[in-house]
């Protein structure tokens, strides 16, 4: 029967998976068919592991980048986007993005023509992986980075365009502004719409997870009709649509004697350059980050880095009806092809699929099984490097080792 083998979702949104369930995958460019066999194994093992045989992935490969181009003559096919929006459900590798020229970005246009709004970066320190800070273990936040607007919009021009210089001339004529003429221009656009959806998302992740806080991360203080206006959105979000379950920072004195009991979340806001520092002295203090698209990027591989790297941060782009699970490292291509990169941000990012699935116990299985790996120190080599001690393994030998504690 057609499309028994598919998710779907109900009336509150939520995913309802069958038992034997078709999965999208995009192998990537560079280093993406290296991690790719490494991921695939451990995601298989985890959810035999898990169920015994009753619950199983049907993969369906989906076309991108550079494999898309040889075979189709196209970066990402029409039928890719089709396939996705279908299945409702993918796990990617990484795909190639010039800077300064070429094509637009393949990642930027999947989430846009998808509308994955929501890009979910969930940060925890694992045990025994190297940190430039002292306490890492105190680092575990999720960071839901709006993917729709700001200036991942594709609204720019080139400099010496005949479309710059228009939008020179009419913001001078019409509104004042001096921009030097020969400049290359973007537009910054934020809605209250967008602001909104990616809040409730972020604030409904907060409950269901038993978080205590969500934090508005802008740039208000400069940019206050686009930054501040998300915070300010934001707030009213959680005011309107989450009375009785959320409290404003600024009112937890006056509501609760300087502590919010159970079950209610602290809505605050932060400067984004502040937060910067204070994700470093203060991690224990943020739990849920809601944030603009490029403060998102910037902060969430900040937070990568306290706890290992790019190469062990997962990453999701959500929507109502759609969400794909990616590595958020890039392509590397000097390692492609030497089996020697980190599949870990694969693996991790094949977890949070499995959660997406509400197959909590598989994606558990997976990060236990890559956390005991890591702990005994045997890692690829951007881990090996910095640890003593360490034994360094392939990539392929990585994911084989997971596989067997799974196994075992």
Known sequence: MAGEHRIRYDESGRVVCPDRVEVGFIEGDGVGPD??????????????????????????????????????????????????RTLGVGLKGPLT????????????????????????????H?????????????????????????VYAGLEWPAGSPEADRLIDLIGREFGGLIAPGSGVGVKP?????????????????LEDGR????????????????????????????????????????????????????????KDRIADAMFQQVLLRPAEYEVIATPNLNGDYLSDALAAQVGGLGLAPGANIGDKCALFEATHGTAPKYAGLDKINPGSLILSGALLLDHLGW????????????????????????????????????SEFGRLIVERLRS
């Open 190 to 206: 934020m809605s209250r719409p967008a602001t909104e959806r990616l809040v409730r998302m972020a604030m409904k992740y907060a």
């Open 126 to 150: 694992i045990p025994g992986v190297p940190s430039p800070v002292k306490r890492p273990e105190l680092v575990d936040m999720v960071v839901f980075r709006e993917n729709t607007e700001d």
């Open 97 to 124: 993005t010039p800077v300064g020229g070429g094509f637009r970005s393949l990642n930027v246009t999947l989430r846009q023509r998808l509308d994955l709004y929501a890009c979910v970066r969930p940060v925890k």
């Open 360 to 395: 909590a116990e598989a994606a558990a299985a997976v990060r236990t099984a890559l956390a005991q790996i890591v702990s005994a120190k045997t890692v690829t080599y951007d881990l090996a490097r910095q640890l003593d001690g360490a034994r360094e393994v392939l990539c």
């Open 35 to 84: 991690i790719w066999a490494a991921t695939r194994p451990v995601i298989e093992a985890a959810v035999e592991a898990a169920y015994g045989g009753r619950r199983a992935i049907i993969w369906v490969e989906l076309l991108a980048g550079e494999k898309a181009r040889a075979l189709r003559g196209d970066d990402l096919p029409d039928e890719t986007f089709d396939r996705l």
């Open 212 to 267: 205590r806080s969500l934090t508005l991360v802008h740039k208000g203080n400069i940019m206050k009709h686009t930054e501040g206006a998300f915070a300010r959105w934001g707030y009213d979000l959680c005011a309107r649509e989450f009375a009785d379950a959320s409290v404003p920072e600024a009112e937890v004195q006056a509501r609760y004697g300087g502590e919010a009991p159970d079950g209610v979340v602290v809505v």
